[in-house]
Nanobody, 111 residues
Framework: QVQLVESGGGLVQAGDSLRLSCKASGRSVSSEGVTWYRQAPGKERVFVAVIGHLGTTLYGDSVKGRFTISRDNATNTVDLQMNNLKPEDTASYYC?????WGQGAQVAVSS
C-alpha cells in the first residue's frame, strides 16, 4: 500500500522560499510519475509540477521558473523547491503517486 507524507509547509512573506517534501513508502518514487497539486481555499485542485519515472519534469504556467521539482531515490522522496513565493501561491499542497494522495502541506504567503 502506497503512503505519502508531505512536509515543509509554513507561513512566509512574499519573495521568500519554501521547500516541500513528499516521502513515499510502499512504492518507489522512480517507478512512475509523482505529481504535486495545490488547492487554494474555495478553489479546485490544480496541477503544479510532475517528475516522470525517467526524470522528465513539467510545470504549471503559474509556477514555471519559480518552482523546481526533484527526486531523491535514496530517500524515496520528491521535493518541491518554491522560490519567489507570491500570495497567490497560498494553498494546500498535495503529492500524488499511483493514484494515492498525501494529507497535504499548508503554505501561506503574506504580502
Amino acid at each position: 500500500q502506497v503512503q505519502l507524507v508531505e512536509s515543509g509547509g509554513g507561513l512566509v512573506q512574499a519573495g521568500d522560499s519554501l521547500r516541500l517534501s513528499c516521502k513515499a513508502s510502499g512504492r518507489s518514487v522512480s517507478s512512475e510519475g509523482v505529481t504535486w497539486y495545490r488547492q487554494a481555499p474555495g478553489k479546485e485542485r490544480v496541477f503544479v509540477a510532475v517528475i516522470g519515472h525517467l526524470g522528465t519534469t513539467l510545470y504549471g504556467d503559474s509556477v514555471k521558473g519559480r518552482f523546481t521539482i526533484s527526486r531523491d531515490n535514496a530517500t524515496n522522496t520528491v521535493d518541491l523547491q518554491m522560490n519567489n513565493l507570491k500570495p497567490e501561491d497560498t494553498a494546500s499542497y498535495y503529492c500524488s503517486l499511483n493514484k494515492c494522495w498525501g494529507q497535504g502541506a499548508q503554505v501561506a504567503v503574506s504580502s
